[in-house]
């Protein structure tokens, strides 16, 4: 039987916010989604979020106790008040990095190396797909890859890696990401239904990324690739600004109008001083199967003229073909199924064009020793 938001308030009423107050009455509990799987948030001041962080532990096992809840996230944020939009909203200390970017920078992750952002600024454009795919190519290369599906309004990584089990939860809050191909993968898509509506407020999205980095047990990783929701408003910037990026990779077309949006993809990252390490042409070409003719369907180049323009590296093109498609969509991604194959060698090419801009960057050098705050 579905678990009703009332069922979900009477188990808070039994947890105590830090003055003893039943939480319920506090004032601070955002809408809450409510089925087999509970997600809300409890909003306090962002000087007070050290003391509330055992109120959230406790109200996400209160909740998960009910019967018929499967699992149960609870966010703490903490909002800026009369911030302005897409102000960095804040969260509770010890997880997003409050700092600006720079010398401080958003925090790491503990055992991760590098981080980076598959992001376009037009949907559609076959983002995931890349991700996937960079993804193990990078494996390929013998990093150790995890991959985090930050599409908050869209998660794909369930369908296309054919994942349909959930994570399972470790001592009781952290969650462990589930492996597939040798790669480890999170996506919001296992805590939230496909037909949830998206009602939650920005800072609460931003809540749930910041605990998809920080409460899921990644083990060591030499490198998390993350698949970025499409565009480039506030909520994009907000993630590029809150996740501790080493760089980002920018995945286009090549027709005019995807390159437009690519751009400002570009000036986003760039505002935020995260380096590109370059652009993809996917959907670059076409080779017809029947009588191995090329076709230009979106034009052919554009992303790579582009990518000269504006100075950043250009990684490599894919071309359309029904094989990526096909492989993307049964959850079977081509470089894992068809290792041998053109497409598997171009996605691996661009995986060594990617390390090999990180180690110019910089950045592949050991993280940082890191102190977690519990
Ligand atoms: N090179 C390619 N050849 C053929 N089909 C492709 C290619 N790349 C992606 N696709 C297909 O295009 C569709 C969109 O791809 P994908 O979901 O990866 O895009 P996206 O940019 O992540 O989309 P969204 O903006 O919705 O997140 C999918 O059906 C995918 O299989
Ligand atoms: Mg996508």
Redesign the pocket.
């Known amino acids: 039987m579905a678990v009703t938001k009332e069922q979900v308030l009477d188990a808070l009423g039994k947890v105590a916010a830090p003055d003893g107050t039943p939480l319920p009455k506090t004032g601070t509990l955002s809408d809450i989604v409510a089925g087999e799987k509970v997600f809300f948030s409890i909003n306090v001041d962002a000087a007070l979020a050290q003391a509330w962080d055992p109120v959230r532990k406790r109200a996400e096992a209160a909740v998960r106790a009910i019967p018929g809840v499967q699992s149960a996230m609870v966010a703490l944020t903490a909002e800026k008040k009369g911030g302005a939009p897409g102000a960095r909203p804040q969260a509770a200390p010890g997880r997003a990095g409050a700092a600006p970017r720079g010398e401080q920078g958003p925090q790491g992750v503990p055992g991760v190396t590098s981080i980076i952002a598959v992001a376009s600024g037009k949907g559609g454009v076959g ?2 797909t890349t991700a996937v795919n960079l993804a193990l190519g990078l494996r390929d290369l013998g990093m150790k890859v995890g991959i985090l599906d930050a ?1 908050i309004y ?1 998660p ?1 990584l369930p369908k296309l890696l054919a994942i349909r089990e959930k994570p399972q939860t470790v001592g009781g809050t952290r969650l462990k990401p589930i492996e597939r191909h040798g790669l480890a993968v999170m996506s919001i898509g296992f805590l939230i239904e496909e037909e949830t509506p998206m009602i939650w407020r920005g800072p609460m999205v931003m809540s749930a990324l910041t605990q998809m980095l920080r409460e899921v047990e990644w083990g060591t990783l030499d490198i998390m690739v993350v ?1 970025m929701p ?1 565009g480039t408003g506030d909520a994009q910037l907000t993630m590029a600004q809150q996740v501790p990026l080493k760089g980002s990779v920018i995945v286009s077309t090549p027709q005019d109008l995807a390159l437009i949006d690519a751009r400002r993809g570009i000036a986003m990252f760039r505002r935020v001083n995260v380096p590109v390490l370059g652009i993809v042409e996917n959907m670059s070409m076409f080779i017809c199967p029947k009588c191995g003719e090329r076709s230009d369907i979106f034009g052919h180049g554009g992303a790579r003229r582009e990518a000269e323009r504006l100075g950043v590296p250009f990684l490599g093109e894919v071309p359309l073909d029904m094989a990526i498609r096909e492989t993307s969509d049964a959850g079977l991604p081509i470089v894992a199924t068809q290792p041998d194959g053109p497409h598997a060698k171009a996605y691996r090419a661009i995986a060594q064009k990617v390390r090999d801009q990180l180690d110019t960057e910089g950045v592949a050098r050991p993280a940082p020793k890191i102190v977690v705050e519990s």
């Open positions: 983002k995931s599409d869209g794909s698949d499409p």
